[in-house]
Structure formats: C-alpha cells, structure tokens
Nanobody, 124 residues
C-alpha cells in the first residue's frame, strides 16, 4: 500500500512563498518512481505543475517555471514543492501523485497514487 500525505498549504499575499511537503509511505520505494505535483483551482480542470523522475529529471509547467522548485528527499522520504513569488492564479488545491515506470507524464490519470491535497490561497 502506498500512502501520500501533503502539508504546508496556507494563505499568503501576492509575492509570498510556501513550501509544500508530501510525505510518502508504503511497501515500495516510491521516491524512486515518477512523482509529481498537480493542482486544481475552483471550477477548473486539474493541471500538472511539476514532476521529477527516478533519475532526478525535472519538468515544470510553463507558468510556474522560475518560481516553483520540485525536489525530493529519499531519506525521509518526502517530496517538496517550493513556491516563490506566488500569484492569485496559483490559488488551488495542490496534490502530490506517484506512478511507477516511464514516462514521467503530465497526464493525471496515469498516476494511480494520490494524496488528499492541501489548499493554497494567494490574495492580491
């Protein structure tokens, strides 16, 4: 059984920062899989934010490039999303997700394992 639990969400003003964490537990070395962050804003489709492969290859959605940083710590094991220069359009519920194998896709349904999500609210 694989379990993902996010934390670190909250409310900040425009230009602020937050660091999301996704604690990973289970029988498999999940952080050696493809792990990713997605988000869903009210009334919108869930969208991919960033992903990191087992080899550490990272990709970002264009609107967060240069502001967000995805990383992982295999020793804990935890996935992180450092979010800087936050904007109101970043307001959403943020989810971490994991899948075994390749590719490390941006397509949500390809990920069988999800956390419950953490709310991020950015006010102007």
């Amino acid at each position: 059984v694989v379990r993902l639990v996010e934390s670190g969400g909250g409310s900040v003003q425009t230009g602020g920062s937050l660091r999301l964490s996704c604690e990973v537990s289970g029988d498999m070395p999940v952080l050696s899989w493809c792990t990713a962050w997605f988000r869903q804003a009210p009334g919108k489709e869930r969208e991919w934010v960033a992903s990191i492969t087992s080899a550490g290859i990272i990709n970002y959605e264009n609107s967060v490039t240069g502001r967000f940083t995805i990383s992982k710590d295999g020793a804990k094991p935890t996935l992180y999303l450092q979010m800087n220069d936050l904007k109101p359009e970043d307001t959403a519920v943020y989810y971490c997700a994991a899948r075994m194998g390749a590719p490390c896709t941006s397509v949500g349904p390809a990920y069988p394992h999800w956390g419950p999500g953490t709310q991020v609210t950015v006010s102007s």
